[in-house]
């Protein structure tokens, strides 16, 4: 099955920083890469994703970044804000018998500092 | 709307005992999957429901079972509880099984004592 690698676990940065998360996956099958941000108390929610056919994709301060041929892709937060504190979850997925079922890495737990 | 509603949301429970734990899905969306979520680690899949057929299941054992309802809520139950099965656990909702939608829970947090 598809296993997803995920560094750090924890990132400490200050105000207006940048941040990068970094994530691997093993099969080449997948095709869907999805990026939650889990705050205390709350389920995961999904803030971007990207699909195998695109590199690149934006929406604001965030970004991902996928290369296949490399089976890694990035989330770049840009000038960070203390409620960018959260655990980040990176996930990848392969439709398995027509089931979207997505694969998480372990989590990223960021620490903005004001 | 409500989005997708778990409960309880604690759960304190003895080794040995059985637990119900329960997901409303988002009024809309028929397929329902779990998760569990050990502290410190990401969501590991336990099931996922389409239609009340069972589209997936992971990598955990017998004692975990799972149903869909006519009105596609769900349960998931777990026999036989252990130290281990204490965590975090997540019903996602999504319009259908290959949807890529999915929509989290709050969780609800069992601890096995």
């Known amino acids: 099955g598809e296993n997803v690698e995920q560094h750090p676990s924890t990132l400490s940065v200050q105000e207006g920083d940048s941040a990068v998360i970094k994530c691997t996956y093993s099969d080449s099958a997948s095709n869907y890469f999805p990026w939650y941000k889990q705050e205390l108390g709350k389920g995961p929610q999904l803030i971007i994703d990207?699909?195998?056919?695109?590199g690149e994709k934006k929406d604001q301060r965030i970004a991902v970044t996928l290369n296949k041929t490399a089976k890694h892709f990035s989330l770049h937060i840009t000038e960070t804000q203390p409620e960018d504190s959260a655990v980040y979850f990176c996930a990848a997925s392969i439709q398995s018998g027509g089931s979207y079922i997505p694969t998480f890495g372990r989590g990223t737990s960021l620490i903005v500092h004001p | 709307d409500a989005g997708v509603t778990q409960s309880p949301t604690h759960l304190i429970k003895t080794r040995g005992q059985h637990v119900t734990l329960r997901c409303s899905p988002i009024?809309?969306?028929?397929?329902v999957s779990w998760y569990q979520q050990v502290l410190g680690q990401g969501p590991q899949f336990i099931f996922q429901?389409?239609?009340?057929?069972?589209?997936g299941r992971g990598n955990f054992p017998d004692r975990f079972s799972a149903r869909q309802f006519p009105n596609y809520s769900s349960e998931l139950n777990v026999n036989a509880l252990l130290l281990g099965d204490s965590a975090l656990y997540l019903c996602a909702s999504s319009l259908d099984s290959r949807d890529y939608g999915y929509t989290f829970g709050s969780g609800t947090r069992l601890t096995v004592v």
């Open positions: 429901y389409y239609e009340k057929e069972e589209r």
């Open positions: 990207i699909r195998s056919n695109v």
């Open positions: 009024s809309g969306h028929k397929s």
